[in-house]
Nanobody, 115 residues
Framework: QVQLVESGGGLVQPGGSLRLSCSAS????????MGWYRQAPGKQRELVAV???????NYADSVKGRFTISRDNDKNTVYLQMNSLKPEDAAVYYC?????????WGQGTQVTVSS
């Protein structure tokens, strides 16, 4: 059974930081492209960052320079370090694992940015 479990969300003030984690089981994690997506109320889910099996990364323009995606294949975990958070970063953040044609999603973790 495949499971992706996100953690690390919460309430943070503007300018603050959070680190999200996504722990995977039931897949050969090292071969999967892992991504973080987010969905704010009333908006479509959007890609935040992605990391390939060999460690190449790509980011949405809105988070470049503030967010960092990384992975630890020994721990079957992908991380999203979020710095300089803005109110517009508030959303439910989802982890996705992809090894074509399979996609797996986590249940999401809420990030709230407010003073």
């Amino acid at each position: 059974q495949v499971q992706l479990v996100e953690s690390g969300g919460g309430l943070v003030q503007p300018g603050g930081s959070l680190r999200l984690s996504c722990s995977a089981s039931g897949i050969i994690f090292s071969i999967y492209v892992m991504g973080w997506y987010r969905q704010a109320p009333g908006k479509q889910r959007e890609l935040v960052a992605v990391i390939t099996s060999c460690g190449s990364t790509n980011y949405a323009d809105s988070v470049k320079g503030r967010f960092t995606i990384s992975r630890d294949n020994d721990k079957n975990t992908v991380y999203l370090q979020m710095n300089s958070l803005k109110p517009e970063d508030a959303a439910v953040y989802y982890c996705k694992g992809n090894s074509s044609p399979r996609d797996y999603w986590g249940q999401g973790t809420q990030v709230t940015v407010s003073s």
